[in-house]
Every structure is written in C-alpha cells, then in structure tokens.
C-alpha cells in the first residue's frame, strides 16, 4: 500500500493568515493527489483534483501543487469557514489511501 | 444536482453482516464516466477506502478487507451496495458511499452524508 504522510498534524492560524499543509506519498505517484476537507460529523468535501485542479465551486483561495512524491495545500488568506481538517488521497493505485489528517484550528 | 444517500441498519451484532445501500438520484449509475464507492471512518480517526464498482458491476477492493467485503450494483434501482461479513468492533465507523471519476482524475467529487454503523451485542 501507498502511505500518505501530512504534516502538521494541526495547525493554528489566524483569519487573514496563509498556511501551507503538506502531504507525502511512500513512493510516486505521478498527480494522483487530491485534497479534501471535512467539518465535524460532515461528509469529506473535495477541494482539489489532481494535485493542482480546483473542484468547481471551490474558492480561489485555495491552491494545491507537487507531483511525485511531494505535495502541498494552500490557502492563501484564512476565513472562518475554513477552519476544519484537510485529507490528502491519492488515486495512483488501489487500495486508494488517505492522510491522517491536518486539523486547522483558530488561534 | 446529484445526491447519495446511505440506508441501512446503525446497530449490528458481532459475527453479523452489514449491509447498506446507496441510492444515487440526478444522474445515472450506468454512466461511462464514474465509479461507486465505499469509504469508512472509525469514529476520530482515518478515512479508509472499502472498494469501488462500476455499473458493469467490475469491482476492486481493499486487501484488507476483500475477504469480507462485497460490493454490487442495481442498476434498475440506481443503487449500489455494500456487505461486510464477520463483524467486530473494529468495524464500527460512518460509512461514505460516493461518486469517483473513471478517466484521469479518479477523485471522490460526491459523497453521502454517511452512515454510523455500531458493532456491539
């Protein structure tokens, strides 16, 4: 299996900050990476397909990069919505694994 | 505009099989350009994919459970379904049914609001 490592695994930032999550793959995977995000007790929404595609509806804010094994969220200018936790996936080959997770928290 | 939503049993007992089921309604489950899948998450913990099909009923699934699990298509009913045997308490999680593009990208674009399934006599 691919292992899918993020980093932080939280993060605390302020309304207006840019942060940047990262997320590695245990072996390439070419720009099989997408990047989701889930709110408490909601379903995974996705953000970003294949690596750097953002999915319709999604704000600009948001921008994903990397191919290979090395690849990166970022959200230019924090709003409060944003505030959940971010999963990376990759849909190189199955079984298609996710991140642990980056919980995005207010300071 | 697209919908899943899971139906089934929340409480099932060790041993048992569960079984749930995704209505799919505003498009076709027998389109060329997706898959259907499962995707589970213990409660406070990591999002784990369960298996995919596609509406000639090709499947693939996880190593880790592709012993226990089958998952199969109704066309007529534009449903798919899930069945996961010999239940134990590790099985207790919210399972996902969702949308997964066939070409290119292969990303999860629609899911279902999720299930909680509990594993316990």
């Known amino acids: 299996d691919i292992q899918m490592t993020q980093s932080p695994s939280s993060l605390s930032a302020s309304v207006g900050d840019r942060v940047t999550i990262t997320c590695r793959a245990s072996?390439?995977?070419?720009?099989?990476l997408n990047w989701y995000q889930q709110k408490p007790g909601k379903a995974p929404n996705l953000l970003i397909y294949?690596?750097?595609s953002l999915q319709s509806g999604v704000p600009s804010r948001f921008s994903g990069s990397g191919s290979g094994t090395d690849f990166t969220l970022t959200i230019s200018s924090l709003q409060p919505e944003d505030f959940s936790t971010y999963y990376c996936?990759?849909?190189?080959?199955?079984?298609?694994?996710f991140g642990q997770g980056t919980k995005l928290e207010i300071k | 505009q697209l919908q899943l939503q899971e139906s089934g049993p929340g409480l099932v007992k060790p041993s048992e099989t569960l079984s749930l089921t995704c209505t799919v309604s505003?498009?076709?489950?027998?389109?060329?350009?997706?898959?259907w899948g499962w995707i589970r998450q213990p409660p406070g913990k990591v999002l784990e994919w369960i298996g995919t099909?596609?509406?000639?009923?090709?499947?693939s699934y996880n190593p880790s459970l592709k012993s226990r699990v089958t998952i199969s298509v109704d066309t007529s009913k534009n449903q798919f379904s899930l069945k996961l045997s010999s239940l134990t308490a590790a099985d207790t999680a919210v399972y996902y049914c969702?949308?997964?593009?066939?070409?290119?990208?292969?990303?999860?674009?629609?899911w279902g609001q999720g299930t909680l399934v509990t594993v316990s006599s």
């Open positions: 969702a949308r997964q593009g066939a070409a290119g990208t292969l990303a999860y674009d629609y």
């Open positions: 505003g498009d076709s489950i027998s389109s060329s350009f997706y898959y």
């Open positions: 099909i596609y509406y000639s009923g090709s499947t």
């Open positions: 072996q390439s995977i070419s720009s099989y």
């Open positions: 294949a690596a750097s």
């Open positions: 996936q990759q849909s190189y080959s199955t079984p298609y694994t």
